[in-house]
């Protein structure tokens, strides 16, 4: 546990040297994943992709993809997003976000089933270098048809999460 605190404590001095620069222009490439061998499932995996453009100063908006696979489920979809990142000059920036999506899922025991999804988003990217940061969110969605897997297999419209990736910009 102390290596682990000390790896933590000398990642903040070193990120404390890079501030963010999100201004108009920039791209950004944010890669999130999961892989769990051991759920009440089998195995879970889910992969997203998000290319966005800054274009103005803090505010993005671009695509997104997402793939989920488990053993009740198949989940992918693709749609756009939109986001204010509130840039502080320092190492943490906290943003907001909205994502508006189409998903298909498909399972053995459900028929192939399409929705629109509408999600809203709080988070932090930390700035690791001053073109890499780690991004975490919370991320609330409401979709058209219940297509979330929840607790004893049961599927809903609604999905809440927590979201960690890598974000690498592009000047």
């Known amino acids: ?57 803090n505010v993005e908006v671009g695509a997104i993809a997402a793939y989920s696979d488990n053993d009740l489920l198949e989940e992918m979809g693709f749609g756009a997003f939109a986001e204010y990142n509130f840039d502080q000059g320092t190492e943490l920036v906290p943003y907001v976000g909205v994502e508006l999506a189409w998903a298909n899922v498909d399972g053995d025991d459900i028929e192939s089933e399409d929705a629109v999804t509408a999600a809203g988003y709080v988070g932090v990217k930390y700035f690791l270098a001053e073109n890499v940061a780690i991004a975490v969110n919370g991320k609330y969605t409401q979709a058209s048809e219940d297509i979330y897997s929840e607790d004893g297999g049961d599927l809903e419209d609604k999905d809440l999460t927590v979201n960690i990736g890598m974000a690498f910009y592009i000047p």
């Open 1 to 57: 546990m102390k290596k682990f605190m000390t790896a933590v404590a000398v990642l903040a001095l070193v990120g404390s040297a890079f501030g963010a620069s999100l201004k108009q222009g920039t791209q950004e490439i944010v890669v999130e994943g999961l892989f769990d061998p051991d759920t009440q499932f089998d195995q879970q995996i889910d992969l997203g992709i998000k290319y966005g453009q800054f274009i103005q100063d």
